[in-house]
């Protein structure tokens, strides 16, 4: 407005200005006319009349007259355009007020119809400006309020902070006549008239700092409710378990009596549900643990072959039981030792595996290990040949308590955890898991963790052999374990084919000469023993065979085979019957033969058993005798301590000590405490002492390495447990 007042100003002065000549022409032509005519008239001759001279000067007067008149009406016309100019900035600056005006109305109506509280004071805190939402908190009127240094009565008030912009901010407990109400303030600084003022606008947020708290109460209440949970099952699981113990351990020594073909049934289905109902145990305290957040991980150096072979040759009875094949193969190109915790990727892979096995009744399962995109990255494949996922039911599978079979008439039982589980572990640790499937092709679980190298430089956990002279065949009639086997012996530089069956080796035989012939037991013996005299004439006869074949060993060896391999196969061992010098008798670096007799000591270890239930009690002392140990058995932990002072008085201290936790009167961490106390006075050597629980939890493991445990047995309990946990407890108590 301003630029355009700027623009007009030049125009006007040049309009002035042409007025101004003008006007001085015309005045200056009707003085000249006026006074030639006068002139004319009083100096010419007063007795002759000139009309010549008349009409000149009736001419000027009339000239001076239009001049006039038309002066006169130029400055009408001017003061009328004037005028007009006037008359539209008037209604120019009309509507412009009005505006202010209404927009003044409208700021007003806004600011009183607000529910956020509005407040305005000057700088020596007066008020001079509140709005209905304002004197509706206050209690009182406007008129009342302006112009005084009133404050709300403040009952809690927040820490209060200043936004880059300058704005303050902070919260109130306000107390008003509907009662306490909480109050967000925001504050800024605001120019005025009367110069700079406080403008302080609040918002209720009662309602919201009501339902935070209430939110806060119940989120309490669910901790609450979930440690109890927690509690109640660690206590139930306990509870459970010990009676299990009996049960399964019973079960256990009664196999090893003479029973009829009925009651060795009647037997195995009582061990099945025992170890069905132990699973389902352990699942259900993991799903625990990883809702309270207590899943712990530790991290620890190990062999990474070694780790799978051992996991697929636990799972090996199960899957050979259901007549499936189990393998697998791990990738030459993944460092020999890897860090990570063993334990929890274990559980990961007996899951998956076990899913596998579950729902798989033709083919086999398949367990493969190969570096993933990212270095330090290993992806774990679970392969199987069974029922396959849908589609939709993909996106569930790893949801608790839901499982891909889930209806009223569902074939397969479980309680849907096992992968929830194994996708939690997965996630804690870093890495993913996925699936692929089809309905009827099977299902591929593709697991991605982080492993990095342990170490500078592998070793190698064995020489592979130079087999790049070899042309080897393989007999089978499954492809999953003798596709992998080929892989193998192709890495070490072997040419290999696989066949199906002896009519097919009959065939391939005589094609070419070969340096090795592998064969499948599950060809059946006498099929199995043809080939093998078929290829009489092979360097090398090789037969696999499973665990519960062994007493087949010895017509497979009259029927001509040189060597055998134990099912699932290690590649240390099928390295190992490629070594110079091997022989049939040679057993394969794999083989995890049971002998009781091997692993017993010469003669027997003196075991002191604390133990307040009389069945487990009973179970512990007939697994001892049977290993060739002299059990001598406690009530309590003040019985335990007694008779481990009275052994040592007497010059015949206990070897061992089995020590169950939960007993009456002193348990088991207590008498630990006492025994190591009275080790330290009289000194001497350490007694080995290895805790007996039926709770897993971390936090049972600490507290017994805490009291000056050596070792950690969890129930329910079987022989090679056992054994395994009295040998590691004597290295255990010389390492400390």
């Not at 037969?543 to 009259?558: F, K």
């Not at 002299?630 to 481990?644: L, Q």
Request: proline share 4%.
């Amino acid at each position: 407005m301003r630029q355009r007042a700027t623009l007009k100003k030049p125009a006007i002065v040049v309009r002035r200005l042409i007025s101004l000549i003008v006007r001085a022409v015309v005045i200056t032509s009707m003085a000249f006319g006026i006074a030639f005519g006068f002139l004319s008239g009083t100096m010419g001759d007063r007795g002759s009349y000139d009309p010549y001279m008349f009409a000149i000067g009736v001419s000027a007067l009339f000239g001076g007259a239009c001049g006039a008149i038309g002066l006169l009406l130029s400055r009408i016309y001017r003061m009328k355009k004037e005028l007009r100019h006037l008359e539209t900035r008037l209604d120019e600056a009309a509507d412009r007020n009005w505006q202010i005006k209404e927009a003044e109305e409208r700021a007003k109506s806004f600011f009183e119809a607000q529910d956020d509280v509005i407040v305005r004071r000057d700088g020596g805190g007066a008020v001079t400006y509140v709005n209905d939402a304002f004197c509706t908190l206050a209690g009182q009127g406007r008129g009342s309020l302006l112009a005084t240094s009133f404050t709300l009565p403040v009952l809690e008030c927040s820490d209060t902070t200043t936004r880059a912009d300058g704005t303050r901010a902070y919260d109130q407990k306000i107390a008003s006549p509907c009662g306490p109400r909480w109050i967000a303030w925001r504050e800024v600084a605001v120019r005025s008239e009367a110069g700079t003022e406080t403008q302080s606008v609040g918002r209720d947020i009662t309602d919201r700092i009501e339902a935070e708290r209430a939110l806060a109460e119940a989120r309490d209440q669910a901790e609450m409710a979930n440690l109890a949970k927690s509690r109640f099952l660690a206590m139930v699981s306990h509870e459970i378990r010990t009676p299990l113990n009996g049960i399964l351990g019973m079960a256990d020594l009664l196999r090893d009596t003479p029973l009829s073909a009925e009651q060795t049934t009647y037997l195995n289905a009582v061990k099945n549900s025992g170890d069905t109902l132990l699973a389902l145990i352990d699942e259900i305290l993991d799903f625990s643990k990883i809702e309270a957040g207590r899943l712990g991980f530790a991290a620890q150096p190990f062999e990474l072959a070694a780790f799978v072979e051992e996991a697929i040759e636990l799972l090996g009875p199960r899957t050979q039981a259901k007549g499936l094949e189990i393998c697998c193969y791990v990738d030459e190109r993944l460092p020999a030792r890897v860090v990570g915790d063993a334990a929890r990727l274990r559980q990961v892979l007996f899951n998956l595996a076990g899913n596998a096995i579950k729902f798989t009744e033709e083919g086999g399962v398949s367990i493969m290990l190969e570096p993933a995109a990212t270095p330090d990255l290993v992806t774990i494949a679970v392969r199987d040949t069974g029922i396959g996922i849908s589609p939709e039911d993909q996106a569930r599978v790893f949801f608790e308590f839901e499982q891909a079979d889930g209806g009223a008439a569902r074939k397969f039982g479980g309680t849907g955890l096992g992968l929830a589980i194994s996708k939690r572990i997965v996630e804690s640790m870093g890495g993913t898991i996925d699936v692929e499937s089809a309905p009827g092709k099977g299902s591929t679980f593709r697991v991605t963790v982080p492993l990095p190298r342990a170490g500078d430089a592998d070793e190698p956990q064995f020489a592979a052999p130079d087999l790049s002279a070899q042309n080897i065949l393989i007999v089978a009639p499954g492809a999953i374990e003798a596709s992998l086997l080929a892989r193998h012996l192709q890495g070490w530089g072997a040419r290999t084919q696989v066949i199906p069956g002896e009519k097919a080796a009959a065939a391939v035989l005589s094609e070419q000469p070969w340096t090795t012939v592998l064969v499948d037991q599950a060809l059946g013996t006498p099929a199995s023993e043809t080939v093998a005299r078929m290829a009489a004439s092979v360097p090398r006869r090789i037969v696999l065979l499973a665990p519960a074949m062994r007493g087949e060993l010895a017509a497979l060896r009259a029927a001509g085979f040189s060597g055998y391999l134990i099912k699932p196969v290690r590649a240390v061992s099928l390295a190992a019957r490629f070594a110079d010098g091997d022989a049939f008798d040679s057993a394969p670096a794999d083989e995890l033969v049971a002998d009781d007799k091997a692993a017993r000591p010469a003669a027997g270890l003196s075991i002191l058993v604390a133990e307040d239930n009389d069945i487990n009690a009973l179970l512990i002392h007939a697994l001892l005798v049977k290993l060739g140990h002299r059990p001598t058995m406690a009530g309590n932990g003040t019985a335990a301590v007694d008779s481990w002072v009275a052994a040592r008085a007497e010059g015949m201290p206990y070897d061992r000590v089995l020590m169950d936790l939960h007993m009456p009167g002193m348990d088991g961490l207590e008498a630990t405490r006492r025994i190591r106390a009275l080790e330290a006075e009289q000194g001497g050597r350490r007694t080995p002492i290895v805790a007996l629980t039926a709770n897993a939890s971390a936090e049972d493991r600490d507290a017994c390495l805490d009291a000056g445990m050596d070792g950690f047995l969890v129930k329910p309990l079987d022989r090679k447990r056992l054994a395994a946990a009295l040998a590691a407890a004597d290295k255990a108590a010389l390492a400390a």
